[in-house]
């Protein structure tokens, strides 16, 4: 049997070089430059920080202050074994993680969609009081319930995502939605397709639920490097797209 950490070793591969993966990095890493410029010496946190890949991905840029936080242990030993400041936490005990430190950046990535609407706006609530002036929030999430598929399925997602719940949800804890927007808009129809078809199988029982699972994998090295090219022109083009699979979504603080 493959033990835990080649699993999490492979999980961590397939984030560092998956185009779905390198997309939103980037994005992330845009973000951070648009709003603070060229700083380093930003505070950030990673809530549900998983294997650390956008953690690496940080301090490949030079962001010096990183730390994290998520509830499985073996993810988290994986990510300390890498030197990074990570601690096994659970997001919906939030308020308990260091609360007397704030932030200037704190990123919550496809972790909202095993979370109830109460449950995420008293997130939010404590992300809130814990970003500094000038602060922001950076969540990215799954978008649209019919794109769920044999991939929600399979990991038990309870929740997709469209912007305006999301700013509902901003407004509701005291955040203003400073970008938002859909991305993997030039994937969006064969993704459609290939979500819908599933579906499909899934309402007339053709595939067993019970042993399905996540159709998410690094797929051959030159359809990765296409499809990576594909994101790059998008980011360059139409960074929010009006649709997409993903819902990415930047939040600040209401002043006043």
């Not at 936080?69 to 260091?98: C, I, M, P, Q, T």
């Amino acid at each position: 049997m493959i033990g835990k950490r080649q699993e999490y070793e492979r999980m961590h591969a397939t984030e560092q070089s998956l185009w779905w993966y390198r997309s939103l990095h980037r994005r992330v890493a845009y973000t951070l430059t648009q709003r603070f410029g060229e700083r380093k010496d930003l505070a950030i946190l990673d809530a549900g920080c998983g294997t650390g890949g956008l953690l690496e991905s940080l301090r490949q840029q030079g962001y010096q202050h990183l730390e994290g936080f998520d509830a499985s242990e073996d993810a988290v030993a994986f990510s300390r074994d890498r030197g990074f400041d990570v601690a096994f936490h659970n997001l919906l005990a939030v308020e308990s993680y260091h609360p007397t430190r704030t932030y200037d950046v704190i990123i919550c990535n496809d972790v909202f969609c095993y979370l109830n609407d109460t449950q995420i706006v008293q997130i939010l609530k404590e992300f809130r009081r814990r970003l500094r002036p000038g602060g922001v929030f950076i969540t990215n999430n799954n978008a649209f319930s019919w794109l769920g598929g044999t991939h929600a399925v399979a990991l038990k997602i309870s929740k997709r995502f469209v912007l305006s719940e999301l700013t509902t949800y901003a407004q509701q804890a005291g955040f203003h939605v400073w970008k938002g927007g859909y991305w993997s808009f030039l994937l969006f129809p064969p993704i459609a397709v290939v979500r819908s078809w599933q579906n499909f199988q899934l309402k007339r029982g053709w595939v067993n639920a019970e042993t399905l699972s996540s159709d998410v994998h690094l797929p051959a090295a030159p359809v990765n490097q296409l499809l990576n090219g594909c994101m790059k022109l998008e980011e360059t083009l139409l960074p929010l797209a009006p649709l997409g699979s993903s819902v990415y979504t930047v939040m600040e603080v209401t002043h006043g």
